[in-house]
Every structure is written in C-alpha cells, then in structure tokens.
C-alpha cells in the first residue's frame, strides 16, 4: 500500500491528513512530499493528522522518524502530530526537538491547534 496524503494549505497553517500502514519505508515518502508541498504553498507551519496510520512502530522507528522530520521539515516553524491516545510516546518529538526542531505530538486536535498557532513556544 501507498501512503495516501490529503494536503491544505490554510492563511495560518496548512493540514495533512495521512492514511498509511506503519512501515518506515512509507513515511520517508510521505515527508518528500511534506517538504515539497510546505515549500509550494509557502507554508510555515504544519498539522499532520496520523490517526489513519495502520499499526505502530517501534521506538527505534520512532526515533528515525523524528530525525527524518527534523530532514525534511525543518524549515517550517511548528509541526503538530495527532496521534491515538494509545500511541503517545513522544519518542519521534524528542528525537526531533534535540535537533532543533518545533516539533509536538498531540492526542486531542484543540490542543494541537492551540500550540500551531499560538505564537509563544
């Protein structure tokens, strides 16, 4: 299966919404294609919606996936990550955040906005 991604870019931040299955291999795709429609639209800050994501990854992935974030991503401002509940491990901000990088997972879609569009860190 390929990711399948659904893209808006908004006047204050632009909407991802991935549908995929939870293999590493997929989610590099999905953050080349991050990167280049942020770059298109000129967005500056990011809400990926996750909760379509089939499956978990390990922290090891995990931890990939935030440096690999941090690759694609980083010349946006803030990323917001919505993930299930029972997938929180902010093992992906972590790694992404000790890089430098505005990244936060989110389990409740209010709080992710409040924190993308705030304009305190």
């Known amino acids: 299966m390929t990711a399948i991604v659904h893209f ?3 006047p204050a931040y632009a909407v991802a ?3 995929s299955l939870a293999f590493i291999e ?3 795709g999905v953050l080349d294609e991050l990167s280049r429609r942020t770059r298109e639209t000129c967005a500056r800050r990011l809400l990926v ?4 994501v089939v499956g978990t ?3 090891d992935e995990q931890q990939a996936i935030g440096l690999l974030a941090h690759r694609h991503l980083a010349h946006l401002e803030r990323v917001a990550s919505l993930v299930p509940e029972d997938k929180l491990t902010r093992v992906s901000e ?7 990088m505005e990244l936060r ?4 879609l209010p709080d ?3 924190w993308l569009t705030s304009s305190s860190r």
């Open 8 to 10: 808006t870019a908004g």
């Open 17 to 19: 919404a991935v549908s």
């Open 26 to 28: 997929e989610i590099v």
């Open 49 to 52: 919606n996750l909760l379509d």
């Open 57 to 59: 990854f390990g922290r």
């Open 94 to 100: 972590a790694a992404a955040r000790s890089q430098g």
């Open 105 to 108: 997972v989110f389990t409740s």
């Open 112 to 114: 992710a906005l409040a």
